[in-house]
């Protein structure tokens, strides 16, 4: 097992263009998220509810494309194991009949991924 400084979590934001939001968000609550609470060690996912967001600080830059409105985070035991299990996991043949079910795999206007450990 890891050392407990070794351990991340991978925060996954996306925003996806708000014309196919809806469809996305039945195939991420009926397919996605299951499959990858599943098959992962998937902290949870998190989609828009529709209440305005607070931007704040002392230079708020929002993207052109709104904020993200689709969120999840997931638990790895270290970097290499994030790279490994990642790659392998959405290489699978499970995860691509899952893909496959996406209603616009071009709907991402935009992907954030970042990786932190624990304070």
């Known amino acids: 097992m890891a050392e407990a400084s070794e351990a991340i979590v991978e925060v996954r934001d996306y925003t996806i263009d708000p014309e196919w939001f809806e469809a996305y968000k039945e195939w991420a609550t009926e397919h996605a998220a299951?499959?990858?609470r599943d098959n992962l060690d998937v902290i949870d996912f998190w989609v828009d509810d529709g209440h305005e967001p607070e931007?704040?600080?002392?230079?708020?830059?929002?993207?052109?494309h709104g904020q993200p409105n689709v969120c999840w985070i997931i638990r790895w035991a270290s970097r290499d194991a994030r790279?490994?299990?990642f790659?392998?996991?959405l290489g699978s043949q499970?995860?691509?009949d899952v893909w496959a079910k996406h209603p616009n795999p071009n709907a991402y206007l935009h992907l954030n991924v970042r990786f932190m450990t624990a304070a």
């Open 55 to 64: 931007v704040a600080g002392s230079d708020p830059q929002v993207s052109p």
């Open 83 to 85: 790279d490994e299990g």
């Open 34 to 36: 299951p499959w990858l």
């Open 94 to 96: 499970e995860w691509q």
């Open 87 to 89: 790659r392998a996991t």
